[in-house]
Structure formats: structure tokens, C-alpha cells
């Protein structure tokens, strides 16, 4: 069986299935370009730990036919996500955070979703100032700027 080969930034391989990995569109674009061969493929913008986070969830949902979402899906949070999916997700903001990140870079958009959904259900109930702690999000707006936020989302409510 054919695999195609991952470097991580630190330097750790990784064997993975061709279908598990043309999830994500930086590594289906690489193998396009120059073809499968034995050389891995580098990627200097995922740690191996973040990279086998990854690589399990592509893994796992290599087959799936299902992952493309309507936006109308993603605002109800009944079913949506499977539990596999919920039980994968079960980390540290540190590690979610770190995980939105190396799907992003490596365009696994089923899992950027994931990643962004998880992190609306954890902050969707939080007020402001527990966000920004959560998250050391500096509030630098001004007293005026904040008065004229206060004042437009007034129209929007």
C-alpha cells in the first residue's frame, strides 16, 4: 500500500494513508505538484504532536462524504458533531487553539470547523471580560470607543 510521508516541523515523520492525507489541500496541492514519491513532505508550520492530533482526525474521517456543512448546520447544536468528534475536541484551550491553527495552515476546513464550533460552544455563554481573560485578549479600546460600541450595538439588539 502506497502512503505519503509528513515531516513535522520538528522533524518527526509520519506514514499516512493518501486519502487521510489529501484532506487537507496544502498536502493534496504538494502531491499534485510534485507528485507521490518517497521524499516526505515537509511541514515547517506543525510541531508533530499538533500534526499527530491532526492526522488522527483526517484518519478517522478519510472516507467521511459528509463534512461539508450548511451554515444553517452549524448555528444548531443538535447532533451535529459526533461524539467521536465531541471526545477528539476534549482538550485545553492551548491545544484547540494550537490544533485551529495547524488546520488552518494545512487546510483541513472540516476540522477548522470543528475547531471553531468547539470554541463558540465553550465562549457563547461567557461574558466579555471572561473571553478576553480566557483567551489574554487585551481590551484597548478607549472610553469613548467603548461608549460609541455600546451605543451602535443598542440599534443591532
Not at 461539508?68 to 443538535?78: A, M
Not at 490544533?99 to 476546513?109: I, M
Request: with cysteine; glycine share 6%; charged share 25%.
Amino acid at each position: 500500500m502506497t502512503v505519503v510521508r509528513l515531516q513535522a516541523a520538528d522533524g518527526r515523520l509520519f506514514a499516512v494513508d493518501p486519502a487521510a492525507a489529501r484532506m487537507s489541500t496544502l498536502v493534496q496541492n504538494l502531491i499534485d505538484d510534485v507528485g507521490p514519491g518517497s521524499a516526505p513532505i515537509p511541514l515547517p508550520g506543525v510541531p508533530g504532536p499538533t500534526l499527530a492530533r491532526v492526522l488522527e482526525y483526517c484518519t478517522h474521517h478519510r472516507d467521511d462524504v459528509r463534512l461539508q456543512k450548511d451554515v444553517e448546520d452549524l448555528q444548531r447544536d443538535d447532533g451535529l458533531v459526533e461524539p467521536w468528534d465531541r471526545r477528539f475536541m476534549d482538550v485545553d484551550d492551548d491545544a484547540m487553539l494550537r490544533l485551529l491553527c495547524a488546520a488552518d495552515y494545512l487546510g483541513v476546513e472540516p476540522l477548522v470547523d470543528l475547531c471553531c464550533l468547539s470554541i463558540a460552544r465553550i465562549i457563547r455563554h461567557l461574558p466579555v471580560d471572561a473571553i478576553r481573560q480566557r483567551y489574554g485578549i487585551v481590551d484597548d479600546f478607549t472610553d469613548a470607543e467603548r461608549s460609541l460600541i455600546a451605543a451602535e450595538a443598542q440599534h443591532l439588539a
